[in-house]
């Protein structure tokens, strides 16, 4: 893809300059309430996905779509769902969804692999290198993998709920450099365009600061801004993975295509220090499992970059095995870390507070020295 007549801006770089994009695509740019999918405008889009790839780039698609599209077959009313009818509408709508992307990559010459995702999937480390090795051996063999949550599974507990989330965290999964948040919003404002004339548009954002953040609004107001909390969410993700971010519409054809050629979007830049996956994989942590609380030793040696050591430790709560995130908090209990628990809760329990040295006695065999190892914690 080229870019046009018009010079694209210092902070923009062609889409086929990165080596790895997710594209996340939202419900209402692929379904249309009265008349399904539209096909169309995908098979657009798909050109745009083929040039990519023969450009040499890899590409992951996260698609919604699969409730609207299974409530148009259902003939539900335009009205919020209850949970077991948008499941029902996900499990007919995914199909149709999954079918679609699959015959429209066919006119390419690409096959399309379908992974549905829990939340589950991304949080839990043995399943998250599973799902990561999976898309790894789709890409390896040129097919474009199409991701969706398992919305027909999912409670509401247990579900990201929204694709933004997911997508980016699919890109930090992937290692991916660049994720394209593609819905009917062209970007960031600095406040709400529609109510707002003072609204001015922001084509590039250095990093996600408060003042970024406070633009987005707060959940409760999701709505009316658009969904934009969980898009500067997922930027606050794939930023810190060192991903970059677009937030484009998709309202026209071949809306990649559009990007290059300057149309109107943000641009989000990843952040400069760029952490292991491992350490970016523990920051992003939804829901740690467990929470220990320190203290104000061990704070200090944690500051200075040592490991956690069980004496340090003053209590444990939550259930967690070994290997699951944990929160660290100061004994005001406010969170000052992120680590991979070296011991299960149960364990962490009877060594909490004890030295090192003592360990095998309590516990019958020598475990780790430490309660988190330094290299699976982030501090805050
Ligand atoms: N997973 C939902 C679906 O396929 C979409 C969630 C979202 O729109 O962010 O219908």
């Keep these: ?12 770089r062609p ?17 249309d309430r009265k008349s399904g999918l539209r096909a169309a405008w995908l098979d657009a889009l798909c050109a745009d996905i083929a040039a990519l790839k023969q450009a040499g780039a890899d590409v992951l698609v996260v698609s919604s779509g699969a409730i609207a599209l299974g409530r148009t077959v259902l003939g539900f009313a335009p009205a919020a769902l209850r949970l077991e009818e948008s499941q029902a509408a996900a499990a007919i709508g995914q199909i149709a969804l999954a079918r679609a992307w699959s015959t429209s990559l066919s006119a390419h010459d690409i096959v399309a692999g379908q992974i549905l995702l829990t939340l589950g999937d991304t ?11 999976t898309m790894g051996e789709l890409m390896r063999r040129g097919a ?7 919305d027909t599974v999912a409670t509401s507990e247990i579900r990201y ?3 933004d989330r997911l997508a980016a ?20 404002y600095t406040a709400p365009p529609a109510s707002n004339p003072d609204a001015r548009f922001l084509d590039v954002v250095e990093a996600i600061t408060p003042d970024i953040e406070a633009m987005a609004g707060d959940a409760g107001s999701e709505l009316s801004r658009g969904g934009m909390r969980t ?3 997922a930027g606050k993700i794939a930023t810190g993975a060192g991903c970059a971010m677009i937030i484009a519409s998709g309202k026209i054809d071949h809306p990649l295509t559009a990007i290059d050629n300057g149309a109107r979007s943000s641009w989000f830049k990843p952040s400069g220090t760029p952490q292991t996956a491992r350490k970016t994989w523990i920051a992003g942590q939804l829901e740690p499992s467990g929470r220990l609380v320190i203290d104000a030793g061990a704070e200090t040696a944690l500051r200075s970059g040592k490991s956690l050591l069980p004496a340090g430790v003053t209590s444990v709560t939550g259930e967690f095995q070994r290997g699951d995130p944990v929160a660290v908090c100061d004994a ?3 969170e000052i870390a992120r680590g991979l628990s070296g011991y299960d809760a149960e364990e962490a329990r009877r060594i909490a507070g004890r030295k090192s040295g003592e360990i095998e006695a309590i516990l019958g065999y020598s475990g780790r020295a430490a309660m988190i190892h330094r290299d699976d914690m982030v501090i805050g």
């Design 1 to 12: 893809m080229t870019a046009g007549n018009k010079p694209l801006s210092a902070h923009r």
């Design 15 to 31: 889409l086929s300059a990165h080596k790895r994009i997710v594209i996340k695509i939202g419900s209402a740019l692929l379904v």
């Design 123 to 133: 949080e839990e480390r043995r399943r998250y290198l599973n799902a990561r090795a």
């Design 144 to 150: 474009v993998p199409i991701i969706n949550e398992n």
């Design 161 to 163: 709920g929204d694709n």
């Design 169 to 188: 965290r699919v890109a930090t999964m992937v290692g991916a450099d660049l994720l394209v948040l593609m819905s009917d919003i062209d970007g960031l």
């Design 231 to 233: 898009k500067i969410d």
């Design 332 to 334: 005001s209990g406010r």
